[in-house]
């Protein structure tokens, strides 16, 4: 049974940062691409970031430079630094993990982060 479980979300200042983690289980994680994605109230589920089994990564525009995705593959987890975070990054953030990385496959449970301005 494949299970993603992030945590390290949160309420924090505008400007401030936080950093997100996502523990995954019942894959084999250094192949799979992970992917972090955000949907706010009233919006779609959007993509924020994703890193494929290699370790190159992509970002949404308006993530770039201050967000930063990174992969442990001895620890199965997948992380998500945010710093200098504005309002319009409040969201549920959702961890996904697909053999594909255009594609996610199985989903966590989402965390939510709320940046105060």
């Known amino acids: 049974q494949v299970q993603l479980v992030e945590s390290g979300g949160g309420l924090v200042q505008a400007g401030g940062s936080l950093r997100l983690s996502c523990a995954a289980s019942?894959?084999?994680?250094?192949?799979?691409?992970m992917g972090w994605y955000r949907q706010a109230p009233g919006k779609q589920r959007e993509l924020v970031a994703r890193?494929?089994?290699?370790?190159?990564?992509n970002y949404a525009d308006s993530v770039k430079g201050r967000f930063t995705i990174s992969r442990d593959n001895a620890k199965n987890t997948v992380y998500l630094q945010m710093n200098s975070l504005k309002s319009e990054d409040t969201a549920v953030y959702y961890c996904?993990?697909?053999?594909?990385?255009?594609?996610?496959?199985?989903w966590g449970q989402g965390t939510q982060v709320t940046v105060s301005s």
């Open positions: 996904g993990a697909g053999v594909l990385v255009a594609t996610m496959a199985h």
């Open positions: 019942g894959i084999i994680f250094s192949r799979y691409a």
């Open positions: 890193i494929n089994s290699a370790g190159s990564s």
